[in-house]
């Protein structure tokens, strides 16, 4: 699905990998594709998985709009989502 990119953090899915593009090694549309792809809502069939709405009812395009715009890394912005859910 995605490119394989040197300097890239794995992100693991339910049934894939999906790698997050490092801001230094990709663009603004790699990492919009991306942040689409990992989080599209799943509806009728999700359950209530989240992946369309993340903390503070945010979409994730807006939760990870700074990673899309190329001002942090994927992994510190999810890291502070998903500090308290363990």
Known sequence: M???IRGNIPIKCKKETMIA???EFSDRAERLE???ARFHCKA???GGCGCC???GGKSALE???DYI???TEFSAIASTI???AH
Request: charged share 15%; glycine share 8%; net charge positive.
């Open 63 to 65: 939760t990870f709009a």
């Open 44 to 46: 009728p069939a999700c």
């Open 69 to 71: 715009d190329g001002k």
């Open 21 to 23: 593009p490092r801001i």
């Open 82 to 84: 998903w500090k308290g």
């Open 34 to 36: 991306f942040v689409q």
């Open 2 to 4: 995605f490119p394989q």
């Open 53 to 55: 709405n993340l903390s």
